[in-house]
Each structure stands twice: as C-alpha cells, then as structure tokens.
T-cell receptor
Framework: GAGVSQSPSNKVTEKGKDVELRCDPI?????LYWYRQRLGQGLEFLIY????????KSGLPSDRFSAERTGESVSTLTIQRTQQEDSAVYLC?????????????FGPGTRLTVT | DQQVKQNSPSLSVQEGRISILNCDYT??????FLWYKKYPAEGPTFLIS?????DKNEDGRFTVFLNKSAKHLSLHIVPSQPGDSAVYFC????????????FGTGTRLKVLA
C-alpha cells in the first residue's frame, strides 16, 4: 500500500518568505507527527496530531511555525518569515495511534533551504 | 534537556563482527523504546522495539537490550553486514494520554567489508 508522502521534496526560498510543506499520511492512521532534522543533528519533535484531540504543539520553536491537519488526512506545516536557521529536512510520520501500535512510518522528508 | 542521548556519533565495525549501539535516557515514564535506521535522503524506517516491561527483544540479527535501573538500552547487530551501514536513531515513547516520541541524535554505523 501507499506509504507516507511529502511534498515538495526540495524547497529553496528566500529569507523572509513563507513556505508550506505538505504531508499525506497512510490512510487510516490517526496519529501524525512533524519532525525537523538539521544538518548533522537528530530528529527534533515539532508537533503531534491524534484524532480529534488538541494537537501537542510543544515542539514548535517559535510562533512563525504552525501546522494544521484536515480530519485524519493531509497535514500542512507552515513557516512564516523564514530564517536561515529554518534550513533543515522536515519529516512527517504517521501511526495507527493505538497504545499497542507504536511504530511510526516516515515520509522521505522535505529539504528546506533558506537563502 | 536531552531526554534521550546517543553519545557515540559514529561507529565502525568489520563485516561479520558485532555492532553495539548505545542509548541512554532520563525519563522513567517512557513505556516503549524503538530503534530506527536511516539511509541518506530517505525517512527513518522502524527496526526493532522493546516494551519497558521487558529486558530483551530479538529479531533475526538484531537484539535490543533494556536495563531500566541504568536507564540504558543497546542495539546489537550480529553479524554486521555492509548493508547495515546507516544512521541509527534510538527513540522513546512518552506514555500517559498522548504518544509523543523523543529521538536521540543518532549514531552513524559504518560496516567495513
């Protein structure tokens, strides 16, 4: 079956512009996660959606970052007024969202470069 | 505050020998621990996991050991193969209502032929 897809795969933008990254999770997965991986570093948690519950936004680094999810499907991560330190690979993952189902399925990521 | 730590950024092992990757954590409320493998330009893929109530889980060449008293887990790969060369991330799931995962910074494993 189809895995997690992300678009675009690469995005180059000028400092100060807004960008929108998209994630299509696996159908039926109620949990969706966004992570950021800066060059040479680990995965940094950004935000987590679970069903109709309020999202856990505790990892968003500033108010320039926001994310939405439409029901249990597509999610978009928006970065406003991008800065050079926002350059990173942004990874989306989904999971069935059950206590007994802990494996996350990752998309290939969006590489964001802010010039 | 780094709750999950992988203190070795890289590791080189000869093909056929054992690879041991280590991970330390600080939060005793984690209920599941997972290892992911990541190749360049791809998303991480799940490798193996262990519940906090177990101390060992084995799957083929991969074994994960959990020492709760030391808040330490390790991934053993034996025998190591060149195709195992990748970055390995340790992750821990925080229980209690929401299932949030904290990842370590990764260890780059290179298996030499």
């Amino acid at each position: 079956g189809a895995g997690v897809s992300q678009s675009p795969s690469n995005k180059v933008t000028e400092k100060g512009k807004d960008v929108e990254l998209r994630c299509d999770p696996i159908s039926g997965h109620t949990a969706l996660y966004w992570y950021r991986q800066r060059l040479g570093q680990g995965l940094e948690f950004l935000i987590y959606f679970q069903g109709n519950s309020a999202p856990d936004k505790s990892g968003l680094p500033s108010d320039r970052f926001s994310a939405e999810r439409t029901g249990e499907s597509v999610s978009t991560l928006t970065i406003q007024r991008t800065q050079q330190e926002d350059s990173a690979v942004y990874l989306c993952a989904s999971s069935p969202g059950l206590e007994s189902s802990y494996e996350q399925y990752f998309g290939p990521g969006t590489r964001l470069t802010v010039t | 505050d780094q709750q999950v730590k992988q203190n070795s950024p890289s590791l080189s092992v000869q093909e056929g020998r054992i690879s041991i990757l280590n991970c330390d954590y600080t939060n005793s409320m984690f209920d599941y621990f997972l290892w992911y493998k990541k190749y360049p330009a791809e998303g991480p893929t799940f490798l193996i996991s262990i519940s906090s109530i177990k101390d060992k889980n084995e799957d083929g060449r991969f074994t994960v050991f959990l020492n709760k008293s030391a808040k330490h887990l390790s991934l053993h790969i034996v025998p190591s193969q060149p195709g195992d060369s990748a970055v390995y991330f340790c992750a821990a799931r925080s229980a209690g209502g929401t299932y949030k995962y904290i990842f370590g910074t990764g260890t780059r494993l290179k298996v030499l032929a």
